[in-house]
C-alpha cells in the first residue's frame, strides 16, 4: 500500500518505514497504520531487519481521532472496527513480523507513539525524548495502547504512565523498560548506524530464529519453551551445512 505518509525504503537487507506527517508530529492515521500493516506483512526471506522512526522532530505525537463525530450514536461493533482494530492490528503486526524491529525515538512519543515504543524489539531514544499516554485527559481507557505494553513494560509502569498521565523522561523509559537504550541527541544516528550494522551482519535465519524466540517464549509453560528454543536453535545451524 503507497502513501506519502509513510516512506517504505529498503536497502539490501534492512527496510526502513518512517512516519512522514512532520508538520503534525507524525500523528497515525489508519491510512498510515495499514501501510505499516502492508510493509512488515510483506517481507521476503532477505529481510532481517525492520527499521522504525519518524521524520522530523518527533516520533509519533498520537493518534488522528477516528472517533465519530459528536452526535452520532454509533454501535460499540461499529466502535470496535473503526477504533479499536487498526491499532491492535498494527500492534500485533509489529510483534508478529519475522525479523526484529529496531524502534528510533525523537521528540515525542505520545500514546500510540509510546505504544509503537514499546512494541519495537529494540527502542533507541534520544536523551531528549519524552514519553506519554495522555488519554485519561479526554475520559477514555487507554486499553489499546495498554495491551502493546503490558508484557513489555512492567504493570506499575503502565499503571502510573495510564492513570497520572505524567511525561515520562528517556531516562525513566530506560529504567522501566520501555525503551533499550538512551543516546545523546547528537550522537543518536551513529548509534542506530552501529547497531543496524551489528545485526545485519548476522545471517537471516538466526535473527528470524531469534525474533520468533523472542515473540513467541514468554507465553509458553517451561518445557514448551525449551521445546521451542532447541527446534529453533537447530533449524538455524542446519543452515550453516
Do not use: W
Not at 531487519?49 to 518527533?58: K, V
Not at 507513539?113 to 525524548?129: K, R
Not at 535473527?207 to 514468554?218: G, H, S, T
Amino acid at each position: 500500500m503507497n502513501t506519502d505518509k509513510v516512506t517504505v525504503t529498503r536497502s539490501g537487507a534492512l527496510l526502513d518505514i518512517a512516519l512522514n506527517t512532520p508538520a503534525n508530529g507524525n500523528l497515525l492515521d489508519a491510512e498510515m497504520g495499514r501501510a505499516i500493516v502492508a510493509a512488515v506483512n510483506q517481507l521476503d526471506d532477505d529481510i532481517k531487519l525492520i527499521r522504525l522512526s519518524g521524520n522530523g522532530a518527533d516520533f509519533c505525537a498520537g493518534r488522528v481521532s477516528p472517533m465519530p463525530a459528536k452526535g452520532a450514536a454509533p454501535s460499540a461493533e461499529h466502535l470496535r472496527r473503526t477504533v479499536a482494530m487498526p491499532a491492535l492490528e498494527l500492534y500485533d503486526a509489529l510483534k508478529a513480523t519475522a525479523v526484529p524491529v529496531l524502534g528510533v525515538v525523537r521528540g515525542r512519543a505520545i500514546g500510540v507513539g509510546c505504544a509503537l515504543a514499546g512494541v519495537c524489539d529494540v527502542t533507541l531514544a534520544a536523551d531528549s525524548a519524552t514519553f506519554q499516554i495522555p488519554e485519561m485527559e479526554r475520559d477514555i481507557p487507554p486499553t489499546l495502547v495498554m495491551s502493546a505494553l503490558i508484557g513489555r513494560v512492567p504493570v506499575k509502569t503502565v499503571a502510573r504512565m495510564v492513570l497520572t498521565r505524567d511525561t515520562v523522561s528517556a531516562a525513566e523509559a530506560l529504567q522501566a523498560g520501555l525503551v533499550s537504550q538512551v543516546v545523546s541527541d547528537d550522537q543518536l544516528d551513529a548509534e542506530v548506524e552501529r547497531i543496524t550494522a551489528i545485526m545485519l551482519g548476522c545471517g537471516a535465519v538466526t535473527i528470524r530464529a531469534v525474533k520468533q524466540f523472542l515473540e513467541l517464549a514468554p507465553g509458553l509453560p517451561r518445557g514448551t519453551s525449551s521445546g521451542l528454543a532447541g527446534h529453533l536453535a537447530g533449524t538455524a545451524l542446519s543452515a550453516k551445512f
